[in-house]
């Protein structure tokens, strides 16, 4: 089931690959080529090849097993996913055609499955589902979706995201400059910082689930026992308040150790002779790390962002174990949406399209970070 | 000179041996269980020591995954001759061409529970060696101590009956909730335990009349007031929702946390080892008669095998009564002939889950037979969990009722 964030990571590793190869390409010599021909292969196969096939399947219908031929859609599966209406509704009106106002001061609207069903006005509308909605004056606007649950899945992504690669980055970095010190002992620390990476992340969520238990979890207790029981014990996946932000913390704390030891090689590459300079000029702490430590990790910077973004858009195995995409759509993700109709619903050309557009984002996102972050002269 | 003909005897021996034996490959769903690995071992060996023509030979895997396995095999082109498959799946594989209809005596299958037979499209394709079943756990003093009447076959409670007692046990304060419906069991469990409650309505997954849609049936008007008091469940505190604890839901009856849990035979044994005053109660009645649900594991031949008729004497083999009855009381399944119930330490007259069979006669239903199923049923799953967790009822079966028409509409009608 975790082929999928496999993938994602060997993406990761390629884009990072080819990056550093361009410059050299020109110059390659044999010897080269041999010793990246097992890599390369193996990248051919089980990414580009795979790549190919869904850009090829998601224009059929192709089933993870069928009888039926396969056969050519065009573009109905992104329509299927990707298809959005708008349609304005004017409130109920009593029979002296004045909108009725309900006590609390608000309007009664037609049900919306009462026209996207059998009104033949709203054709357009069969098969969609209210996404969200504004209120305009009188009037309220209605966003329509065909894959409700799909949109949720890219908007949750994005958060996710958004939300991790800052925090996850700035505590990797945070922990990098803790323990890059001549202690005794620190060794310890790192291996304990490091130690989440190591165990496989079903491990960790499963550990996570119990923790977040709404009753006699372990978080629960321990919120309970340091606020004299004045904080209710919180139903942190069941909730569709707390379920994505509890994934994130997990997440976060899971694969921090990572990027530390990435900011940790880059910080000692950075020269003593700088510090030694920075401190015979009387620099502070804040003035040293702002001017030399922060620029001395630019390019590490640009990897660490780089890389928790691709991670953050893979993000599977946490939603597989613990929440399944609930409470009512809190935690779908885009890669659990393209495994769970792959292969749970057997919808082959439905999870390619899905893993297209996920190519799809990922890259312009990648690409836009990439000129950003690019070296000015 | 003596020995070298010995040897040559001996070859011969062999090789007439394996000539003889055409051996047989079978699959089976139940490795980590022990109790279960004996006997299907037992069946296997009393099968190839019963006669000279067939070798069968079992290769186990664990639940969770012998579905991918059966898939992926099927894909690579290496399927067994004996599959071992779910009931309500087994008409996916026959129509994806796994399997081929499966030709024994039918005398041998003339008593069977219905649910323990699997056909599609007018033809056998499996038959199970037990059925299962599923009942309103609860014990008598419970019963007692609440003032309720105790529901039978013939006189079941009826919804609003039910409703009175979950309302009962909820005022005395003494559980946590008053019913447990098993949120915490993800997967097959949903539509197994709980479509049939939307059939007691007078709804159902799909349109069984044809399979074509699901249009009216799980989005009409008895589909809604399944889907209100599906919800009420939640919503009223009469039930923990889907993020009840996979702990509770296996031990949280014995601990006295509910007064009643909506559970399987297989979990029954359990429970009758610690309170002897168990009850089996059959499902409430809400609206058009109790319903429970039917089908478990089923045995047939693979349309790789290139001897079915082996493969079916292995099954007719495997259909007599000492070994229904030996899986029955090894692991607490329903034997699916009376002769088998009658030889079981729990089924016979008077034993104490003898009312599951019952049950599993009267009111079991088959979920919808129709290779969409496997499909159908994430669909209902999610929008179960969905309602229970506070979603517009009638948007969220809207929505599964378009996706599923999508879906046969993808598939030319299946």
Redesign the interface.
């Known amino acids: 089931m975790n082929f999928r964030s496999l993938l994602m990571r060997d993406i990761i590793c390629f884009s990072g690959f080819t990056m550093s190869i361009q410059s050299k390409l020109t110059s390659a010599n044999r010897t080269g080529w041999l010793m990246a021909l097992p890599t390369l292969s193996l990248i051919t196969l089980f990414i580009i090849v795979p790549l190919i096939f869904a850009f090829g399947l998601s224009f059929t219908n192709q089933r993870l097993i069928s009888p039926n031929p396969t056969e050519f859609v065009g573009w109905k599966n992104y329509y299927q996913l990707l298809d959005l209406s708008f349609v304005k509704l004017s409130p109920e009106v009593d029979e002296a055609g004045a909108a009725k106002v309900n006590n609390d001061g608000s309007y009664e609207y037609p049900r919306i499955r009462t026209l996207s069903r059998s009104n033949p006005e709203y054709e357009h509308l069969r098969g969609m589902r209210e996404w969200t909605s504004w209120q305009l004056g009188e009037d309220r606007l209605y966003l329509m979706a065909r894959d409700v649950v799909f949109m949720k899945a890219v908007v949750n992504t994005l958060f996710f995201v958004l939300v991790v690669a800052p925090l996850q980055g700035g505590l990797a970095l945070a922990l990098a400059l803790l323990i890059n010190q001549r202690l005794r002992g620190i060794n310890l620390y790192r291996a304990i910082y490091f130690m989440p990476v190591v165990v496989s992340i079903v491990v960790v969520s499963l550990l996570w689930r119990l923790i977040y238990d709404a009753n006699d979890g372990l978080l629960n207790n321990l919120l309970g026992t340091l606020s004299f029981g004045l904080i209710p014990p919180l139903d942190w996946l069941g909730s569709p308040d707390t379920a994505m932000e509890s994934i994130i913390a997990m997440s976060i704390w899971q694969a921090v150790g990572f990027h530390m030891v990435i900011w940790l090689s880059g910080l000692q590459t950075i020269s003593p002779t700088l510090y030694e300079a920075a401190a015979i000029e009387g620099s502070n702490k804040w003035q040293t790390f702002r001017y030399v430590t922060w620029p001395g990790l630019r390019n590490t910077a640009v990897l660490v962002l780089i890389v928790i973004t691709m991670q953050a858009f893979a993000l599977f195995a946490q939603i597989d174990v613990m929440t399944q995409g609930g409470p009512l759509d809190s935690t779908q993700t885009i890669v659990f949406q393209a495994v769970e109709r792959g292969y749970g619903k057997q919808d082959i050309s439905g999870g390619s399209t899905i893993s297209v557009l996920l190519f799809i984002i990922v890259l312009s996102i990648s690409l836009i970070q990439r000129y950003l972050t690019r070296e000015k002269h | 000179m003596l020995k070298r003909s010995l040897l040559a005897v001996a070859v011969v021996g062999v090789s007439l041996n394996l000539q003889a034996a055409t051996e047989l490959s079978m699959w089976y769903h139940g490795a980590g269980n022990e109790v279960e690995s004996q006997l299907i071992n037992q069946i296997v060996g009393d099968f190839n020591a019963s006669q000279s023509d067939y070798s069968v030979k079992l290769e186990s895997f664990p639940q969770a995954s012998y579905n991918?396995s059966v898939?992926a095999a099927?894909?690579a082109g290496n399927l067994p001759d004996i599959l071992d498959v779910d009931g309500p799946v087994m008409p996916n594989w026959a129509?994806?061409?796994?399997m081929q209809p499966l030709n024994i005596d039918e005398s041998k299958i003339a008593n069977f529970l219905p649910g323990a037979l699997g056909k599609w499209e007018d033809k056998l394709y499996s038959v199970g060696l037990w059925d299962a079943a599923v009942a309103l756990v609860t014990r008598q003093s419970i019963l007692d101590e609440l003032g309720l009447r105790t529901p039978t076959l013939d006189n079941p409670w009826s919804k609003d009956e039910f409703m009175a007692a979950l309302d009962a046990a909820k005022a005395s304060g003494k559980y946590e909730y008053p019913l447990d419906l098993g949120m915490a069991w993800?997967g097959e469990w949903y539509p197994y335990a709980f479509s049939p409650f939307l059939q007691s309505f007078g709804g159902d997954i799909v349109d069984r009349s044809n399979y074509q849609t699901a249009e009216g049936a799980l989005n009409g008007d008895a589909a809604l007031a399944f889907g209100e008091w599906w919800q009420n469940l939640f919503t009223g505190g009469y039930a923990p929702?889907?993020?009840q604890?996979p702990a509770?839901r296996d031990s949280g009856f014995v601990n006295g946390k509910y007064a009643f849990t909506w559970n399987g035979n297989w979990a029954a044994m359990n429970i009758l080892e610690k309170y002897d005053d168990t009850l089996f109660l059959p499902a409430p009645n809400l609206g058009t008669g109790p319903k429970i649900g039917g089908a478990s594991w089923q045995f047939g031949v693979s349309a790789a095998s290139e001897n079915p008729e082996g493969a079916a004497a292995f099954i007719e083999f495997a259909l007599q009564d000492k070994y229904l009855a030996a899986f029955s009381d090894g692991i607490g399944l329903i034997p699916p002939t009376p002769g088998s119930a009658a030889m079981t330490k729990h089924y016979k007259e008077g034993g104490a889950m003898e009312v599951f069979y019952e049950l599993s006669k009267q009111q079991a239903v088959v979920r919808p037979v129709t290779p969409g199923y496997?499909?159908q049923a994430?669909v209902f799953e999610?929008a179960l969990?969905?309602i229970a967790?506070?979603?517009d009822v009638?948007?969220t079966l809207?929505?599964a009722t378009?996706e599923i028409n999508?879906?046969i509409e993808?598939?030319?009608g299946y």
């Open positions: 991918d898939v099927a894909l129509w994806s061409g796994y993800t929702g889907t993020s604890d509770d496997v499909v994430k999610k969990a969905d967790n506070g979603a009638a948007d809207d929505a378009d999508l879906d993808r598939n030319s």
